[in-house]
């Protein structure tokens, strides 16, 4: 199947630093691509959708200002947690679909450990 | 809106054991269902999927039946193995939103030899 991967796996960081994951497709384009954030023991909410050569579409009560997303290429979107704080402290997945449709699978990225002190 | 409505865990099994974990959705339209799986210190894996009513999704001996009916789409396997022990994630995507999951709250599964 279809790879998507994630960079970094793993982040520390202080409070009040901004904070770049990456989500790559390896082997396919992807227009769009979907992060979620996923709490202890807790399902994936669904935070915004990237769209390349356009603006991310934000879900209801996500920060447009805290969670920056740019879709660089048809390989590539970043969300970058801008001046992170404790309470960003969470796993963040990525995932893309591999074609046009609404039957059209899914692939998650590992996901990103983001630990804010 | 769509939502997915999954069986509380976690669930604790012998090995060998019969493996049911409930899965109930409310969405508009026809949606696509989901299981997902996420193995400790991995990422999420497409476990099975059903794409219309009365569809029945199957992979490494799981099983799920798309039931129109009773909104369900409950995952079912004969005899877990230690390896099964992961979260268990149902989700669906809707006709109209193009790629966008609606997940469960997800299931815990322990499996003990």
């Known amino acids: 199947g279809a790879v998507v991967s994630q960079h970094p796996s793993r982040v520390i960081c202080k409070s009040g630093t901004s904070v770049k994951i990456e989500c790559r497709s390896l082997?396919?384009?992807?227009?769009?691509m979907f992060w979620y954030r996923q709490f202890p023991k807790q399902s994936l909410m669904l935070m915004a959708t990237?769209?390349?050569?356009?603006?991310?579409?934000?879900e209801q009560g996500v920060e447009k200002d805290k969670f920056l997303i740019n879709h660089a290429s048809l390989t590539l979107s970043t969300l970058t947690v801008a001046s992170a704080h404790p309470e960003d402290s969470s796993f963040y997945i990525c995932?893309?679909?591999?074609?046009?449709?609404?039957?059209?699978?899914?692939?998650f990225g590992p996901g990103t450990r983001l630990t804010v002190l | 809106g769509n939502s997915v409505t999954q069986m509380e865990g976690p669930v604790t099994l012998s090995e060998e054991a019969f493996l049911t974990i409930n899965c109930t959705y409310t969405?508009?339209?026809?949606?696509?269902l989901f299981w997902y799986v996420q193995y400790p210190g991995e990422g999420l894996q497409l476990l099975l999927k059903?794409?219309?009513?009365?569809d029945k999704g199957s992979n490494k001996g799981f099983e799920a039946t798309y039931r129109k009916e009773t909104t369900s789409f409950h995952l079912e396997k004969g005899s877990v193995q230690v390896s099964d022990s992961a979260v268990y994630f149902c989700?669906?995507?809707?006709?109209?939103?193009?790629?966008?999951?609606?997940f469960g709250q997800g299931t815990i599964l322990t499996v003990h030899p």
């Open positions: 059903a794409t219309k009513a009365d």
């Open positions: 990237s769209n390349e050569g356009s603006k991310a579409t934000y």
């Open positions: 995932s893309a679909p591999t074609g046009q449709g609404s039957y059209n699978e899914q692939f």
């Open positions: 989700a669906l995507q809707g006709g109209t939103s193009y790629g966008k999951l609606t």
């Open positions: 082997d396919f384009q992807a227009t769009t």
């Open positions: 969405a508009t339209g026809y949606p696509s």
